[in-house]
């Protein structure tokens, strides 16, 4: 399975920002492809193309530990390390790389990818850098999740999915918006939550209430089953926030309970 481009862009804009967040003067990194198989595709700040184009396997090198234990590893002095084997000593010294820290990008339990960033001294790398540089992979991490998302509602709908997924995979992309880094990205997502409500059907003449960003969150996630404390945890906010939010929209609604609410938002067209 080759990477998605879309995905690989991911991937290029979270290692110029790992550089930036930690100011590290070499990043690269890639996704899996085939099996256990990581491709390093892309680079940034780099001397050489010593590393462009490079497989590594699960277990091998820093990378491949770092794929197997699904978790970030360091190392100080790459070429003298007794923590990783070393088939990947030659691109490494060619580049003249000596610290170097992998972080993999894990989306649903299942690593999707691993960011580098390094140095070409032999210096510890220390926990502030590595915290940025898991961070970039959260970004990515969010990114893939959004375009799996998106990619199985195509999918699912060229299938007949039904409404009951469509509402499922809505009230997930809308929790998922606060979430992302990338503005444009956040926008794209939005627009195609927009266009799930939009799709639906259900709209009709009936007038648009005006819904706060957050109550059309609660909604969603009410719509899709989700109590308050579920939709809590999925949106990253207290149980009585999500009461609030939810007390406001049905206001705004003219609701008397949540269900009411719920039908009343797609009638004005803010849910699928």
């Avoid at 930690?22 to 001397?47: C, D, H, N, Y």
């Avoid at 491949?64 to 234990?69: C, D, E, F, S, Y």
């Avoid at 009951?164 to 880094?181: D, F, G, N, W, Y």
């Amino acid at each position: 399975m080759t990477a998605d481009a879309s995905d690989v862009v991911e991937v290029r804009n979270a290692l110029l920002r790992l550089r930036r967040a930690t100011g590290l003067p070499v990043a690269f990194g890639g996704l899996l492809e085939a099996g256990r198989q990581m491709r390093i595709s892309e680079l940034s700040g780099t001397a050489t193309h010593a590393l462009r184009s490079l497989v590594v396997t699960s277990g091998t090198g820093l990378g491949g530990k770092t794929v197997a234990l699904s978790r970030p590893c360091v190392v100080t002095d790459y070429s003298a390390s007794r923590q990783i084997s070393h088939e990947y000593d030659a691109p490494v010294a060619a580049e003249g790389l000596r610290s170097v820290l992998a972080v993999p990008v894990v989306v649903r339990h299942r690593v999707r990818g691993v960011l580098y960033g390094a140095l070409r001294t032999a210096q510890p790398l220390g926990g502030r850098m590595l915290d940025a540089a898991v961070e970039a992979a959260r970004d990515v991490e969010r990114a893939l999740v959004v375009r799996d998302e998106a990619r199985a509602l195509a999918a699912g709908g060229g299938a007949g999915a039904s409404w009951e997924q469509v509402r499922e995979a809505h009230a997930a992309l809308r929790a998922l918006a606060p979430r992302i880094a990338d503005p444009g990205l956040r926008a794209e997502l939005l627009g195609a939550c927009a266009l799930l409500a939009a799709d639906s059907g259900v709209a009709g003449d009936a007038p648009r209430v005006r819904l706060a960003p957050r109550e059309v969150d609660v909604l969603a996630c009410v719509a899709a089953g989700a109590t308050n404390a579920v939709a809590a945890e999925r949106l990253g906010v207290t149980a009585e926030t999500v009461k609030g939010y939810l007390r406001s929209a049905m206001r705004k609604l003219r609701a008397r309970t949540r269900g009411e609410a719920v039908v009343a938002a797609r009638r004005a067209g803010w849910l699928p």
